[in-house]
């Protein structure tokens, strides 16, 4: 049912911007809110942004003021504006949909980022 598909990683030096994308399919993407989450190695995976489908955004203090996330509910697809990288923001990233708080998030595949000289 759910489909996810992130893209848009990719190597970055510190102080880059990158944007990463993720397409959704096989649900009704305007009544769901939207995730991105970041797991490095040896890391717990942590939330990074949320956007309802009200389109309230709710960031991680480590990403705040940095990162941005928005929705094109035209085009059943989230996105996350990531401006001033730093070397801890290295990650694979994951998109997550879900219908309500208390239900269980559906995932994409990830796409890796890598902010490095």
């Known amino acids: 049912q759910v489909h996810l598909v992130e893209s848009g990683g990719g190597l970055v030096q510190p102080g880059g911007s990158l944007t990463l994308s993720c397409a959704a399919s096989?649900?009704?993407?305007?009544?769901?809110?939207m995730s991105w989450y970041r797991q490095a190695p040896g890391k717990e995976r942590e939330l990074v942004a949320t956007?309802?489908?009200?389109?309230?955004?709710n960031y991680a203090d480590s990403v705040k003021g940095r990162f941005t996330i928005s929705r094109d509910n035209g085009k059943n697809t989230v996105y996350l504006q990531m401006n001033s990288l730093k070397p801890g923001d290295t990650a694979v990233y994951f998109c997550?949909?879900?219908?309500?708080?208390?239900?269980?998030?559906?995932w994409g595949q990830g796409t890796q980022v890598t902010v490095s000289s």
């Open positions: 997550s949909a879900r219908a309500n708080p208390w239900s269980t998030a559906s």
């Open positions: 096989g649900f009704t993407f305007n009544s769901y809110a």
């Open positions: 956007i309802t489908s009200a389109g309230n955004r």
